[in-house]
């Protein structure tokens, strides 16, 4: 049943495609828009006091849990999804819609290309920092593109499967990072896996 009546399967199938097809879109003209305004030095942050990690880590893992089983549907054994995360990650000032935003986007990328083994999430804090790491078993990317995947644009592969997408996701996660003081970077060898790591400084509670 529609929200205006009845609607056949056909027809949902139809509003289905529409809708992700919509989703698409946006999810493009807001990277577009993201990376314009980084180019123009007008990416401004909206920082919140007393962000829950934990909870962000959640909200984000809820959000690439579909898209791990829509890969997983696709593949003999499926992928497995392990999670390395400090319980308790004290409350730090950040802004925590970019900091999902950048979650998201390594963890989207690494079940995009990873076909077999594992993907880990990690999440800890270290000294006046948090470190996370987002690793899994894909095919690794060759050293002679590890830095040039940061520039707009930029794919190291081209084969049709894996072209999807628009080469905007790390450089904009990696201009995100940086904006709160942090650092992105990757590591990654041919036929055994890629890690993508960043830091977060820690920002406690002012005292009142
Ligand atoms: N985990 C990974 N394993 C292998 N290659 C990767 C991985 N993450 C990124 N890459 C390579 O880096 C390129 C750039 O990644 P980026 O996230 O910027 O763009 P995209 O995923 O292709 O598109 P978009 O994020 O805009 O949808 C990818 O196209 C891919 O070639
Ligand atoms: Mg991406």
């Known amino acids: 049943m529609g929200v205006a009546g009845p609607v ?3 027809q949902l199938t139809m509003l289905h495609t529409s809708l992700s097809s ?3 879109l946006l999810q493009l003209i807001n990277d577009v828009l993201d990376i314009s305004k980084i180019q123009a030095g ?3 942050l909206y920082i919140e006091e007393d962000v829950n990690l934990n909870d962000e880590i959640k909200a984000v893992i809820d959000m690439a849990e579909p898209l791990l089983q829509k890969q997983n549907a696709m593949l003999e054994q499926p992928i497995r999804f392990i999670q390395d995360i400090d319980h308790d990650l004290p409350l730090t000032a ?3 819609r970019r900091i999902r935003q950048v979650l998201l986007n390594l963890l989207s990328n690494a079940i995009k290309f990873t076909e077999q083994g594992s993907i880990t999430l990690s999440a800890k804090k270290k000294e006046k920092e948090f470190i996370f790491a987002v690793m899994d ?4 990317i060759p050293q002679e593109m590890q ?3 940061f520039e707009p644009f930029v794919q190291a592969t081209d084969d049709i499967k894996h072209t999807q997408g628009t080469g905007l996701g790390l450089p904009i996660s990696r201009s995100l990072v940086e904006a709160h003081g942090g650092e992105l970077w990757v590591e990654s060898k041919m036929g055994e896996g890629t890690t ?3 830091t977060l400084p820690f920002r406690p509670p002012i005292p009142q």
């Open 147 to 149: 830095a040039r995947i």
């Open 94 to 96: 950040c802004d925590r």
């Open 22 to 24: 919509s989703r698409h």
């Open 42 to 44: 007008k990416l401004g």
């Open 137 to 140: 078993t894909g095919p690794g």
């Open 8 to 10: 056949t399967d056909e």
């Open 196 to 198: 993508f790591f960043f």
